[in-house]
């Protein structure tokens, strides 16, 4: 799986929109984009994951770029228990195995 | 949601002693099971891949003869961690691949908690 790097920590105001970044720009043509969270002390997440076009559901939006090395995870409307640690990981589906890597740190502040 | 159960949450046990930790699908059927292990501070490293009847596959550093994997049944697997150490103390966590939908998403447990003393 290709490596992804992503900032170590980030705030956000509570009410607004978290912005985290990944860059994946030796992503494969057949690698998914994923998205996991970890709430302390739990098990990860899954939120949304993407091939290549921009995907909504009730928890996030995904944007990717059109030359698919970096993508952005939005929370529009971040409270308190969106506090974790947030994992951007590329995936060819059916490769099965996710390998996680250091994440991002996202701290809602009130 | 997919639910996956992993059983206990927390254990404590004495140094020398084995642990079993359960990891279930509750509503799903998946022929492969992943186990994870995460110290603090630190991100998730796979152990082993556990494929239902046959042999779970380790990755590299990670004692097979340590760390006992079964998959008897598509919606269970087990972990025992045996001859327990304080070094194992750690965050054992599992996650299943569902049988159908195309192996695109993976869900995890809620992670066992090992303490040992």
């Known amino acids: 799986d290709a490596k992804t790097t992503q900032p170590p920590s980030m705030d956000c105001a509570e009410g607004r929109a978290a912005n985290l970044p990944c860059n994946h720009s030796?992503?494969?043509?057949?690698?998914?984009v994923y998205w996991y969270r970890q709430i302390h002390s739990q098990g990860p997440q899954y939120i949304i994951h993407g091939l290549k076009n921009n995907e909504t559901n009730e928890m996030a939006s995904l944007i990717i770029t059109e030359d698919r090395k970096s993508s952005t995870l939005i929370l529009p409307h971040a409270t308190l228990r969106d506090t974790a640690v947030y994992y951007c990981i590329v995936r060819v589906v059916g490769n099965e195995k996710l390998t996680f890597g250091t994440g991002t740190r996202l701290t809602i502040i009130p | 949601g997919a639910v996956v159960s992993q059983h206990p949450s927390r254990v404590i046990c004495k140094s020398g002693t084995s642990v079993k930790i359960e990891c279930r699908s509750l509503?799903?059927?998946?022929?492969?099971m992943f186990w994870y292990r995460q110290f603090p501070k630190q991100s998730l490293m796979l152990m082993a891949t556990?494929?239902?009847?046959?042999?779970?596959?380790?990755e590299q550093g990670v004692e097979k003869d340590k760390f006992l994997i079964n998959h008897a049944s598509l919606t269970l697997s087990t972990l025992t961690v045996t001859s327990a150490h304080p070094e194992d103390s750690s965050f054992y966590i599992c996650?299943?691949?569902?049988?159908?939908?195309?192996?695109?998403?993976?869900?995890f447990g809620s992670g066992t908690q090992l303490s040992v003393l």
């Open positions: 509503d799903f059927q998946a022929t492969t």
């Open positions: 556990s494929n239902e009847g046959s042999k779970a596959t380790y």
């Open positions: 030796t992503i494969s043509g057949n690698e998914y």
């Open positions: 996650s299943a691949l569902p049988l159908t939908g195309g192996n695109e998403k993976l869900f």
